[in-house]
């Protein structure tokens, strides 16, 4: 059904660029010689015959079978990504969360252990933390980012070792290199969540990582329209994400991969756009006497900004600030945003703001977020497209 037409999957290559790999990548045509990626809205497909639908569900014949587990739009979004990733293979999942599930359910059993970062998102901690337990898999969560704190947390059960870097909303760095020779040292995998980066500006598995992780829903949509999540890692592992996902259903929806595929082409221009303005705003409020600290990895003041410039090639679109005062000063600088989305989401061209304290982090104690850093002044900003002119003077109107 599917005709390679010139071979553009054989674009996978090292010496091919992150720019051309956006946006060619993956793409595979019809037999209608379509220019743009076609989305194929069947959840099933039909066979030649008794014997080679009986080759398509063996596995022995390459080709589609049903839409549970395979799809040629899904299918070239999982190329594109991978590539992006230089990652041997990629699974895509209805979302970032269930690419997390996916990959614990698929790699780990009962019995096994997990070391956990304490800064992952929300609901990355609840499902170690509280779901996990209830199947006979503990997780210890590590503060901070010293690599001696992980190493500390291994047992002889650890399976995964689990990362976010940037983390939100402190932007606090991992020590990817590192942490992925201590994986390798006792035998564990290591996990990253590659969200706040994407590949444009972090690729973890050149650094040793064995597995990355997306939420697509942020900036490889970009555009804030659908729900996706990957994994993507040598093909040994997503073999494994595959099995899980071709019997339980994490599965995404054509569309959405359709979405996200067509966000991958234009994501390279818009991290980077994304990243000079957070730069820039993070130093104008870094300049601001009603700005008590500001938290950007490409800023010399943030503790680990020699470590962000060498695994980062940008310091991502996250900005957050603590401004001066406490809970009410940081409501005010909120409540007078005309222009900023009040939102919890990330990784959109439109600029979104939150205070933490009280959205993304208010389920957890007042004592916790003190002990994690998170103050009741701190605001997270995630800077998209919008001219920083206008950014910083909606966020001006609050500041006084
Ligand atoms: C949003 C997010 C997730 C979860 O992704 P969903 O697509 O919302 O399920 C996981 N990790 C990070 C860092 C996120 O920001």
């Given at each position: 059904?599917?005709?390679?037409?010139?071979?553009?999957?054989?674009?996978?290559?090292?010496?091919?660029?992150?720019?051309?790999?956006?946006?060619?990548?993956?793409?595979?045509?019809?037999?209608?010689?379509?220019?743009?990626?076609?989305?194929?809205?069947?959840?099933?497909?039909?066979?030649?015959?008794?014997?080679?639908?009986?080759?398509?569900?063996?596995?022995?014949?390459?080709?589609?079978?049903?839409?549970?587990?395979?799809?040629?739009?899904?299918?070239?979004?999982?190329?594109?990504?991978?590539?992006?990733?230089?990652?041997?293979?990629?699974?895509?999942?209805?979302?970032?969360?269930?690419?997390?599930?996916?990959?614990?359910?698929?790699?780990?059993?009962?019995?096994?252990?997990?070391?956990?970062?304490?800064?992952?998102?929300?609901?990355?901690?609840?499902?170690?933390?509280?779901?996990?337990?209830?199947?006979?898999?503990?997780?210890?969560?590590?503060?901070?980012?010293?690599?001696?704190?992980?190493?500390?947390?291994?047992?002889?059960?650890?399976?995964?070792?689990?990362?976010?870097?940037?983390?939100?909303?402190?932007?606090?760095?991992?020590?990817?290199?590192?942490?992925?020779?201590?994986?390798?040292?006792?035998?564990?995998?290591?996990?990253?969540?590659?969200?706040?980066?994407?590949?444009?500006?972090?690729?973890?598995?050149?650094?040793?990582?064995?597995?990355?992780?997306?939420?697509?829903?942020?900036?490889?949509?970009?555009?804030?329209?659908?729900?996706?999540?990957?994994?993507?890692?040598?093909?040994?592992?997503?073999?494994?994400?595959?099995?899980?996902?071709?019997?339980?259903?994490?599965?995404?929806?054509?569309?959405?991969?359709?979405?996200?595929?067509?966000?991958?082409?234009?994501?390279?221009?818009?991290?980077?756009?994304?990243?000079?303005?957070?730069?820039?705003?993070?130093?104008?409020?870094?300049?601001?006497?009603?700005?008590?600290?500001?938290?950007?990895?490409?800023?010399?003041?943030?503790?680990?900004?020699?470590l962000a410039r060498q695994q980062q090639s940008a310091g991502g679109a996250i900005v957050s600030f603590e401004v001066k005062g406490g809970r009410q000063d940081a409501w005010r600088v909120v409540d007078n945003c005309r222009l900023l989305s009040i939102t919890a989401n990330l990784g959109?061209?439109?600029?979104?703001?939150?205070?933490?304290?009280?959205?993304?982090?208010?389920?957890?104690?007042?004592?916790?977020?003190?002990?994690?850093?998170?103050?009741?002044?701190?605001?997270?900003?995630?800077?998209?497209?919008?001219?920083?002119?206008?950014?910083?003077?909606?966020?001006?109107?609050?500041?006084?």
């Amino acid at each position: 059904m599917i005709d390679e037409g010139r071979g553009e999957n054989s674009l996978m290559t090292d010496s091919i660029h992150l720019e051309t790999l956006a946006v060619r990548a993956g793409q595979r045509r019809s037999q209608f010689g379509e220019h743009a990626e076609a989305l194929y809205l069947t959840s099933s497909f039909v066979f030649a015959n008794a014997a080679q639908a009986a080759a398509r569900f063996s596995g022995d014949e390459e080709g589609m079978v049903y839409a549970r587990f395979s799809n040629p739009t899904v299918a070239m979004m999982q190329d594109r990504l991978a590539a992006l990733e230089g990652a041997e293979a990629c699974i895509a999942t209805a979302s970032g969360m269930a690419a997390i599930l996916s990959t614990v359910m698929a790699l780990l059993k009962t019995g096994d252990h997990i070391v956990a970062s304490r800064s992952i998102f929300g609901a990355s901690q609840q499902l170690f933390g509280t779901i996990l337990p209830r199947f006979g898999i503990e997780t210890s969560f590590v503060a901070g980012t010293g690599n001696e704190s992980f190493a500390a947390a291994i047992k002889d059960n650890t399976r995964l070792i689990f990362i976010e870097s940037p983390s939100n909303p402190l932007t606090e760095v991992f020590d990817i290199a590192a942490l992925a020779a201590l994986a390798r040292d006792r035998g564990v995998l290591l996990a990253v969540d590659n969200c706040f980066c994407s590949p444009i500006l972090q690729r973890p598995l050149s650094l040793g990582a064995d597995l990355v992780i997306h939420s697509a829903t942020k900036y490889l949509d970009g555009q804030g329209r659908v729900l996706g999540g990957a994994v993507c890692a040598r093909k040994e592992l997503t073999d494994e994400v595959f099995k899980f996902l071709r019997t339980a259903g994490p599965t995404i929806s054509p569309f959405n991969a359709w979405v996200i595929l067509k966000g991958l082409e234009t994501l390279n221009i818009r991290m980077k756009a994304q990243c000079e303005n957070a730069f820039d705003l993070a130093r104008r409020l870094e300049r601001n006497p009603r700005v008590a600290r500001v938290f950007y990895p490409w800023l010399p003041s943030h503790p680990q900004h020699a470590l962000a410039r060498q695994q980062q090639s940008a310091g991502g679109a996250i900005v957050s600030f603590e401004v001066k005062g406490g809970r009410q000063d940081a409501w005010r600088v909120v409540d007078n945003c005309r222009l900023l989305s009040i939102t919890a989401n990330l990784g959109d061209v439109k600029t979104t703001i939150t205070h933490p304290a009280s959205t993304t982090h208010g389920r957890i104690s007042a004592a916790a977020r003190a002990e994690a850093g998170i103050g009741e002044g701190l605001l997270r900003v995630a800077v998209g497209l919008e001219s920083v002119e206008d950014i910083e003077s909606d966020l001006l109107r609050g500041l006084c």
